[in-house]
């Protein structure tokens, strides 16, 4: 524990009093509903500008396993189907190469926060080095084209293309795909990996439309109007430009400080401060890299994290960032309650206590930056670290010393209107030549909604229908009445939002397992029984589900807690294993090296 956190007192129950006035004036009628969806009513602002499209002939021919989505998700589990010994791999993605989330994202300072090398996947089998802790966008981008090559995935990849039908043909024992490309080709295995934050959304705001600026979403992001590149060059075309950018989560807090830098006016429209913890960025020794990169490092790290991050405390950190760092002030505060009041009540009132002292550290880090005492006021973030997504960053909260920056805080409103040239608040027009849209993907929508197509599986049933009352799998990836169906995404197994590769990297392991298993047994179909998948859902119910997640009830809105509204009769099922993380990857890992993967069927 830091001097710091032995100095922090609070006043417990006026917080809890701000808390709520905050989460109030920040509540909205249509809720979610308050977004936009680009492809619907701007679909401009999706096209690719960065990779030009490619004419090519339409696929009617036959391959063994298809994914769709060229992620993380489609890059690690493709790596495993072709160590497991099976070469004929084709994955589709809309965008032009694999990257999925870093293909698209390439605004400048993008970079993930969490550790590269917990992050980043397969590097011990690619042999690669991060550049330092916390890797930018280039650099991961060009990990997936890494792992692509390597494992030969370019092959009979299919770029530009979206998936629009799926149907099993249940004479034939496998799958066809349709796309937009005219394709129509039929695969034995299929795999999704389409992400849970893909689909770019706008915010709602009365005449966006009406706009005659330029503008984009950051995840399209438009360098021939800013200058630069997404490796951080000047943006030397914004120089004599008015800017201003709408929204302040984790993609604004990466893109602020380069905006400020280069912009000759910045106007930073924020409803909710996110809350910027020190990220403490550095450059990768190789000499240390060379001591821990041996046999398995990879995987250890992995476990340590998700060891440390979900309470689970070992002797070692490994990793020393701001997730495992809450967690072991949660333990410290636990481990001081006597054994007789260690009770789940006291338990959460020590965590709710770490919490508060926490958060008044951030807030205070505020004042130690922002020069400005009304500006660092409205920085300040009122809620538990855990409501929002947590945000690390060493540059953002410099970028309001600039004096081309200027904060406009909507006290929680959010900008009143758009006009032909300016950005509305409260009544005062801010004159603008560009928007940048940092509003972030659609959530909560239903998975066919966000993937742009159904799946009809067996007897004709739709996978929209199936879920019609709720997700149903088992282990997140096996469906009943889909059979040689595989879905690679966190909910419903781990459900580890910190580090979600870690979830599809466990996943891809398990999928090479089971195919490997089912081409040396002969069989031709791998299903999940309705049994083992109802067995599945009523563990899941045992466990403490959405509770843990954003979901306090003075939590201000955002996606976490479906912006503050009652998430719906069927949210209960976006759940994880009932005894955690670290627990259920040591269950998925007995279970796939028992050989016999209990709940499948293979025919």
Not at 258 to 272: E, H, I
Not at 445 to 452: C, E, S, V, Y
Request: include cysteine.
């Amino acid at each position: 524990m830091t001097a710091s956190e032995h100095a922090i007192t609070v006043d417990k129950e006026a917080l809890k009093r701000k808390y709520m006035a905050e989460r109030l004036k920040r509540l909205r009628p249509d809720g979610p509903n308050q977004y936009i969806r680009l492809r619907d009513q701007l679909s401009y602002y999706l096209e690719d500008p960065y990779t030009p499209r490619v004419e090519r002939e339409p696929k009617t021919d036959h391959v063994t396993f298809t994914f769709i989505g060229g992620g993380f998700a489609g890059l690690v589990t493709g790596a495993r189907v072709k160590e497991a010994g099976i070469d004929s791999v084709r994955i589709l993605d809309k965008g032009g190469d694999f990257g999925g989330t870093w293909y698209w994202n390439r605004y400048p300072g993008a970079q993930c926060d969490t550790a590269s090398y917990i992050y980043m996947p397969l590097l011990e089998e690619t042999g690669h080095m991060p550049t330092e802790k916390y890797a930018h966008a280039p650099e991961i981008l060009e990990h997936c084209q890494r792992i692509g090559k390597q494992f030969g995935l370019y092959e009979h990849a299919l770029f530009h293309t979206e998936v629009k039908h799926v149907e099993w043909l249940e004479d034939r024992q496998c799958w066809r795909v349709h796309t937009d490309r005219g394709d129509a080709f039929t695969t034995q295995y299929l795999g999704m990996g389409t992400g849970p934050l893909h689909v770019p959304k706008l915010p709602g705001i009365p005449g966006i439309e009406t706009f005659k600026g330029h503008s984009f979403h950051t995840s399209r992001w438009d360098y021939n109007y800013t200058g630069g590149d997404p490796a951080g060059a000047p943006m030397t075309n914004l120089a004599d430009k008015r800017v201003g950018i709408i929204g302040t989560g984790a993609t604004s807090v990466q893109c602020v400080p380069y905006l400020a830098r280069d912009c000759q006016r910045l106007y930073v429209f924020q409803r909710t401060p996110s809350s910027v913890d020190v990220r403490n960025n550095h450059p990768t020794d190789p000499e240390w890299f060379k001591e821990i990169a041996t046999p398995g490092w990879q995987d250890r790290w992995l476990e340590n994290f998700t060891a440390n991050q979900t309470g689970n405390i070992t002797e070692v950190d490994l990793v020393m960032d701001g997730w495992t760092d809450l967690s072991r002030r949660i333990r410290s505060q636990i481990n001081k309650l006597p054994p007789e009041d260690r009770t789940p009540e006291k338990m959460l009132a020590a965590a709710e206590d770490a919490d508060f002292a926490k958060m008044e550290e951030i807030r205070r880090r505020v004042d130690s930056i922002v020069e400005d005492e009304d500006t660092a006021q409205k920085l300040k973030a009122w809620y538990r670290q855990l409501c929002k997504r947590p945000c690390f960053h060493d540059e953002y909260l410099d970028a309001y010393n600039e004096p081309s920056t200027v904060l406009v805080d909507t006290d929680g409103k959010g900008v009143e209107r758009i006009t032909e040239n300016a950005v509305v608040v409260d009544g005062v027009e801010y004159e603008v030549d560009c928007i940048i849209y940092a509003s972030g993907f659609e959530t909560g929508t239903p998975f066919t909604d966000r993937a742009g197509y159904d799946v009809v599986g067996r007897n004709g049933v739709q996978l929209s229908d199936y879920w019609a009352n709720g997700m149903r799998t088992k282990h997140g990836v096996h469906i009943h009445g889909f059979p040689n169906l595989f879905m690679v995404q966190p909910t419903q197994g781990a459900n580890l939002i910190s580090n979600i590769p870690h979830n599809l990297t466990e996943a891809g392991k398990t999928i090479g397992m089971i195919m490997r298993h089912a081409q040396e047994t002969g069989a031709q179909e791998v299903e999940v029984t309705k049994e083992a998948e109802d067995a599945w859902l009523e563990l899941l119910k045992t466990g403490a589900g959405r509770r843990m997640i954003g979901a306090s009830p003075d939590c201000v809105p955002g996606y976490y807690n479906n912006e503050g509204h009652p998430p719906g009769p069927h949210a209960w099922l976006s759940i994880g294993y009932p005894d955690g993380a670290m627990a259920y990857f040591r269950y998925l890992k007995q279970w796939r090296e028992r050989g016999d993967f209990e709940g499948l069927e293979f025919r």
